[in-house]
Nanobody
């Protein structure tokens, strides 16, 4: 399975951006998906999760109400809509896929078997 993240860029604080993740080499609807981010000098952190059906979503507290995860199974695509971006959210954003979620583990990097290469989001103040 290959994941290709795109859509990053340089924006100003308060702006919006939509990231996309194209998935190939597998049956997209078999995978639960996650978004993570890693800022310079910091550990990679969980951003959000969407179940394979698209019915269940989860977010880290800091992005709730501003970020929205969605997916289009017919197009093998995952999205992350980010509104009201903040400078501290400057990071490389990664999409990830897994076929197996254990209870409560959707926010753990160890849960995900496949990773995209990351797309850089830079938010200027």
């Amino acid at each position: 399975v290959q994941l290709q993240a795109s859509g990053g860029g340089l924006v100003q604080a308060g702006d919006s951006l939509r990231l996309a993740c194209a998935v190939s080499g597998g049956t997209f609807s078999d995978y639960d998906m996650g978004w993570f981010r890693q800022a310079p000098g910091k550990e990679r952190e969980f951003v959000g999760f969407i179940s394979r059906s698209g019915i269940i979503t989860q977010y880290t507290d800091s992005v709730k109400g501003r970020f929205t995860i969605s997916r289009a199974n017919a197009r093998n695509a995952l999205y992350l809509r980010m509104d009201s971006l903040k400078p501290e959210e400057t990071a490389a954003y990664y999409c990830a896929a897994t076929t197996q979620i254990f209870r409560g583990s959707y926010n753990s990097q160890k849960t995900y078997h496949y990773w995209g290469q990351g797309t850089q989001v830079t938010v200027s103040s």
